[in-house]
């Protein structure tokens, strides 16, 4: 099956260090992301994507690789489709250092062509990476849970 | 072997905004010049007229004419580049940005690039290189009153090979 991939790249004028607290910390996530981002965060462990109003595992996987601040790889599936090899995708997330920018890319790959989770991150991911460049930029995420028109953005 | 494409590329960012506001930066110089490599921006947006993004030395880099448009919320017109001699041979893209009120002083943007005419898919690697720094910067002018310092970056390496293949 071909599997499908995007790209969103954003920068942020901060440092790798900060960006990458703000992807692992839970304290940091469920400010931007409306969810706890979970985990050891080493290679083999699981990570838990648990929505801060109700504790609900909305997306679940293992760290893949990690090598703080430059790159983190992890797996990523609806709880549910943890053990369908077909349904479990792949997240890199890339920070480099640029001037006084850190520029993030996050490769989601490993897609299933025409399904409901890719229509969910390409709505998702613009929205969760606006927020994050807002908070560390501002102080003050978008407030991402209570969107118009982004019933998907819940679960991501 | 070139491979050729009518893809389009499109771009999402959510600003902390409204959609007055955002307008105002994507069609006036004072903010164009802050997040688009410096770049001033001419037009009257009525359709059929002209849109100009003129370098700080007021060499024309792109040209084109409105399409659509529809303040603060829609516009499109076709893009012509000028200042680079290996591109400017090349057929029009069409260049569109929408703004859309997403909630309480948010704005959906999103910046569609299509191409019409088939073009080499390696081009499309420059719109991919500089239109989320771009953006990024649109985003960062309009929450924080700042630019970042940012250098425009150069062609990314599958242009310099089209580049290249086109001086042989």
Redesign the interface.
């Known amino acids: 099956m071909n599997k499908a991939k995007q790209v969103y790249v954003t920068y942020i004028r901060s440092t790798r260090e900060k960006v990458w607290d703000a992807i692992t910390n839970p304290e940091v996530t469920r400010q931007y992301w409306g969810h706890n981002n979970v985990s050891e965060w080493k290679p083999g462990a699981t990570w838990e994507h648990r929505r801060v109003s109700n504790s609900s595992v909305d997306i679940a996987g293992k760290v893949i690789e990690t090598s703080p601040p430059k790159r983190l790889v992890i797996s990523w599936a609806n709880p549910a489709n943890l053990h369908d090899a077909d349904k479990v995708s792949r997240v890199t997330f890339d920070l480099e250092d640029m001037v006084d920018l850190v520029r993030l890319t996050v490769t989601h790959d490993e897609l299933e062509p025409d399904s409901d989770m890719l229509r969910g991150i390409n709505r998702g991911w613009p929205l969760v990476l606006s927020s994050l460049k807002s908070l560390l930029e501002t102080g003050k995420p978008i407030d991402i849970m209570n969107l118009k028109s982004s019933p998907d953005a819940a679960k991501l | 072997m070139a491979r050729l494409t009518t893809e389009s590329t499109v771009?999402?960012?959510?600003?902390?905004t409204t959609p007055e506001k955002c307008w105002e930066a994507v069609t006036t110089s004072a903010f164009t010049k802050l997040y688009f490599f410096g770049r001033s921006i001419e037009s009257d947006w009525r359709i059929g007229g002209d849109i100009v993004y003129r370098t700080p030395d007021g060499t024309v880099d792109v040209q084109g004419k409105i399409l659509e448009c529809d303040p603060p919320h829609y516009v499109r017109f076709t893009w012509h580049v000028e200042m680079i001699p290996e591109l400017s041979h090349l057929p029009d893209s069409i260049v569109s940005y929408r703004i859309e009120?997403?909630?309480e002083n948010?704005v959906?943007f999103t910046m569609t690039e299509e191409h019409p005419a088939p073009l080499d898919e390696r081009l499309l690697e420059g719109g991919?290189w500089g239109w989320?720094?771009i953006l990024?910067?649109l985003?960062?002018v309009l929450?924080?009153g700042k630019m970042?310092?940012?250098?425009p970056p150069g062609a990314p390496p599958a242009m310099q090979e089209y580049f290249k293949e086109l001086r042989k």
Not at chain 2, 11 to 16: G, H, L, N, W
């Open positions: 771009y999402v960012t959510y600003i902390a009120r997403a909630g948010v959906r991919r989320p720094l990024s910067g985003k960062s929450e924080t970042f310092k940012a250098d």
